[in-house]
């Protein structure tokens, strides 16, 4: 790539980074292109090479070229951009080593690469940053000329399910964007930490600890916590649902009920979570139990999932004290007043116009003096300010909380922290539909991967052959299990609702992970059975790629780390898998034109390095997309 740039441009890599913003010709082969058709395209129009760079943007498929530019994007007064586009098509170079003529239609120029360039670029860029390749370290620094100055600090808070409740699907999908969002900022080189936000406060873990008391079984509660607490959880509740309805009856009928409600389960399980806010040790003690015991399960199925947290916080860690100075504050600024004994936020008052009224009118402290989820996250977030100084927090949470989450920014801003709130962002999602179990209607997670897992399973067995190569089938099974329903969940856009369909995703036929993993495994079976070393690879001639299918893949390769960085601003898990998929397409169509094992030597190691090659991206796509790539299965 150095030779090249001096050659070309007359330039070393250092100074074409230099002359252009976020430009890194070393690590991106689309910055070394863009910066050279920059240069040639200012001297034929005069315009300012920097006013060239950023409107030189990459197209939807090959056919359409390699890069494109609309020629009003640089803004020439005076002349039409049709004929503008006409003019400098006809000025450039016959010669230009990178780029052929480009194909001029309306005012669109479409430049298509010279294959040989590209091919000799990007396939050793690949073999060197390997499992690097698509990263981009700069692009979270503070100061992008001085690493010195450190990283930016990323928070992403995901997942975070509820003790004692289902994990239900908006928690499943929090968690597989959520993860895949912390995986994208960590390889733009940003600090990330990753907090799970568990559900584990209020008056309904008082009546769990009661339904502990009543029908727990220590053995159960180790053995498996969370479906045990679900359980007991689900106990209560009836009970105490019956119970309300014979107060309710006797009320009517007349009779004094003073004595049966205030023993009833109710309130013994607001009694018990008062003892729980006044830090009562026992209380704190046997509920820490629930909680870790939870948490140790969770982790388990976070690991499956190739998912890991820093920190999990939950509203049980945001302390009385902390909202109460928070309140007070809000009182004092007048963001909340009283109403009817409770305290309210009545944003009409305080936001002018539509805003006002579209964010409502939340409760902050209840009659009683709680506080609720909303209070909570308040508090939270200014705690996690102060503890991380995060230069930006992502919250991944369903789109039916939006209205939470701008109640919660507005509130932050009105208290005066209009900075704070502007590094806040809500990432939501919409909803699965027609997910169930065979168990019934619960949807745990674990439930899920196992029934997704024994379908991967049958399937493999099908193929006697393979199936015995493969050496852990029952993990590759749960590999490709979760890769399915991972798969299924990004395939569009997030706000999108879809419908879990088990056949679909776990089906070879069409875009779904197991057709991904099928693609990656293909490619590992190909290098073993060719035999050949990396340094084999790394010396082949690879002049020799000149096919029109070789150089395709070559230049969708080129594309990677445009397309990571183009997810930094969509933040979709589909901008990853359209890209992937194609690159599958691209591969599945040029095994028969491109024979590895079987072809003469020479030609047979330049066709392993491209598929090599193509395997690294594969398997980088993947893991940025939290899935485990196999080499069998
Ligand atoms: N536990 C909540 C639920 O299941 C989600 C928490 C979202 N995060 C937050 N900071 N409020 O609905």
Redesign the pocket.
Known sequence: MEQLAQKVDGMSLDAIADKYPNCHPEINPFDFYRAHLSNVLADISGVDPKIIYPALSWTSSLDKGDLILAAPALRVKGQKPDELAKQWGEKFPDNDPLFVKPTVSNYFMAFYARPAPIVETVIPMIQKSGANFGNNKFLGLKDPKDPSKGQKRMIV?FS???IAKPFHA??LRSTIIGGFLANLYQGAGWDVIRIN???DWGKQYGLLALAFEKYGDEEALKKDPINHLFQLYVRINTEMTAEKEQIEKRKQDGEDVTELEANSLDEQARRYFKKMTDRDPDALAQWKRFRDLSITRYKETYARLNIHFDEYSGESQVSEEAMEKVGKEMEEKKICKEDKGAMIVDFQELVPGKEGKRLEKPIIRKRDGTAL?LTR?IS?LLGRYEKYKFDQMI?V?ASA?DL?LRQLFKIIELLGHKDIAAKCQHVNFGLVLGMSTRKGTVKFLDDILRDVADKMHETMKKNETKYSQVENPEATADILGISSVMAQDMTGKRINNYTFNMDAMTSFEGDTGPYLQYAHARVSSIRRRANLSDEELATADLSLLTEPHAVNIVRLLALWPDTVQNTLRTLEPTTVLTYLFRMTHALSSSYDQLQVVGSERELMKARMALYDAAHTVLGNGMRLLGLSPVERM
């Open positions: 808070e975070s399910p509820n908006g928690h936000y568990l559900g989820y996250d939270e919250y949470v909380q939470h």
